[in-house]
């Protein structure tokens, strides 16, 4: 598809200042296929031609024309963006999208998050990386009609014809140096009666904003402590609470505490109360509230998985799991099974939310990606009306899908109703960890039948714990899900039929997904099925190319089925001297992955030598280091190279993570893990010293690509290769160090009281 200069539909909004808005619901979804010819080609899987993105983009179309920009009486141009930033930028990059078609500096626009806003039903959910895609057309028509607007209404008074102005500053000027103010101007733009109006877009050679560097508009704030999150706003009277929780996961109370009044009397405690799974204890400080926690005496029922631990899991999964089905075929059968463990779906930023309720009314504040399912939520624990409920949206400390549910909005509007006051209420680190929701533990099985000098089929078959989906994204789903092959899918089936795909000409390609709940808290982390399901693949690539006695760079080139793929995996290979002489005990590893619009490789260096591997380091998990990272990505139309190679970095680290160290123990029905200092995400001894991302500037896919996930999967797979030829190991399990024994030094907090006392002795070890 391509996105050339012809016209879109606005409206002058009837207003007393000038308010804009787009109307793209008629425009095309997606583009075809680009099938190449392979020996033994496989027929388009559904997320080559229609994807998880599309889906979404889709059902925002109906309420786009919802979405306004604004030019203020002081001159600034204003927009609420329906979605939330967690740190990926958002905020800054459709500042800089309104910039380009107003011809106007970004930090001339004030982009703030909008409240939820019911009446825009799918448009105000952030999650698989989809924002800047799928908002990207209507926040610019909206912005390039204000523009328009704005040079009308000085062409009349100014009496110049209207392609002679420009704009200059946040004024309209004409060729004779008369100028007049944006918000002058905004007054007399304005409509009293709702008018269309047609545009004509920038074409991408003329961009002079957009395709160049800018760093975040907070990240001063950021930086020097002034940023507010949720956690740092100071409603009235909503002092902090903190839920008891179960050693068990999900467990719950077994009647109340026995020993409630004296808490209740402890200093600054103002309340105790039970609610769903836990009881509340709100105080002055946080430092009280966590003390009257732990105070409490309380018998627990067992929670959902007692008694179980990881390998009970797995064999329930492994009972599971659909059967490969292409029949007998000539060649040699090549067969895997990769365990991935359970992963902390933790944000950085712990969970937090606040809510007040005054005279029948109700205010919450939260960092919600689904902020509309958020405010539902809410009213119903709250016994209101929907429409009673106003829904501040936060800005995050991060994501990476843990927003998309709303379990701290429900516990917060469950503790202010039973308590009767205002609430700040924030989840401890431990029960974060612990009790919050977590990457499922799945199982990927593949099959590959291989002749002489082709693959004849390949079989991906993954069997996890049900992946919970909240309630918004949910909506998005259910409203696509007619979209899908056989158009009666589930929601979790309908996400992986959109989101898993094998881009390699293999013959008969088949995938297929099941999954089973046992009572986990789940949730979409992070590129959700892309990591597993991709490392699957790469490995099992791997070996099919030594199977054929070819490399796998040179495997991967001939048998993918995309030019556009087939280019980052030659530039990576070239950029990273695929190929070149090292020590034994390291190697290469290379990973391909293709979604959200993007093409990705990656190829890892890795040392798995003893003197590496045997380093000593206090409590750590070393084990083999990443030396050197090249990231090549293809993001289609690129908006911000600063932002998005800061998106890379952190996916990259992510899959290293998901790769090597950072895997949860279920052990007898509570997970082993409490807290970031006691798991084994990617500590500094652990990332590499040199990470290379190489962005393609000159994409030849007319729209931008989602950021935010895009380079975990490739960068996982890369990993476990590397590991492999490194080490002559061949992985079972993902993080491969899953089994390895806790380091010496290993902390495991005990689960009764359920928050670990504060560690006091930090300054013995920073010097």
Known sequence: M???????????????TLVVVADIGRQAAWGGAQASAAAL??????????????????????????????VKEDGRVAFALPRSDNGQGIITSFAMVIAEEMGIDPSDVDVTLADARPELMFNQLTGGSSSTYSLYTPVRVAAAIAKGALLDAAAAQL?????????????????????IPFGE??????????????????????FTVLGKSRGKSDALAMVTGAKKFAMDLMPEDALPTVICRAPDLNGFPDGGPSNLDEVRNMPGITDVAPIGNGIAVRARTFGQAIDGVNALQVNWNPGTVAGQSDEDIVEGLRRAELPLVTPPIPGKTLE???????????????????VSVKDGKAEVWAPAKSPISGQKIAAEKLGLAQNDVTFHVIPGGGSFGRRLFNDNIQEAAEAAKAIGKPVKLMWDRANDCRQGRVKPLCVTRVRAVVTDDAVASFELRYSGVNMEVDEGLTDVL??????????NLGVSETFWEISVHTPYNFGVNTRAMVETNYGFNTGSTRNVYGPDTCTARELMIDRIAERLSKDPVDFRTEFVKTDRLRKVIERAANEAD??????????????VHQEYKCATACVVEIDARPETVNRNIRSARTGPRVTKVTFVVDPGLLLNPLGFEAQVQGGINDGIANAMTA???????????????????????NTPPEVNVILIEDSEYPEPGGAGEVSVAATMSAVVNAFRRATGIEPEYTPVLHKEPFPEGFTQYPTSPPIPASPTNGLEFTF
């Open 2 to 16: 391509t996105v050339g200069r012809r016209k879109f539909l606005g409206y002058l909004v009837a207003a007393p």
């Open 41 to 70: 080609p496989s027929p388009p899987q559904t997320p080559e031609v229609y994807e998880f993105v599309d889906a979404y983009r889709d059902a925002c179309r109906p309420t786009n024309p919802l979405l306004a920009v604004e």
């Open 159 to 179: 009496g110049q014809e209207k392609r002679l102005l420009e704009t200059a500053g946040l004024t309209i000027v004409d060729t004779a140096g008369r100028a």
């Open 185 to 206: 101007l905004s007054r007399l733009a304005a409509v009293p009666v709702t008018t269309a109006a047609e545009v004509v877009l920038k074409d991408r050679e003329e």
């Open 336 to 354: 895997q099974e990769l365990v991935h463990f359970s992963r902390n779906g933790s944000a950085l930023e712990t969970n937090c939310a606040i």
């Open 478 to 487: 259910t409203s696509q899900l007619i979209k899908a092959p056989g158009g």
């Open 578 to 591: 695929w190929g070149k002489s090292m020590p034994e005990g390291t190697a290469q590893g290379i990973g």
């Open 663 to 685: 895997g949860l123990h279920l052990v007898d029905g509570s997970f082993v893990e409490a807290s970031w200092d006691n798991y084994f995400y990617t500590r500094q001894w």
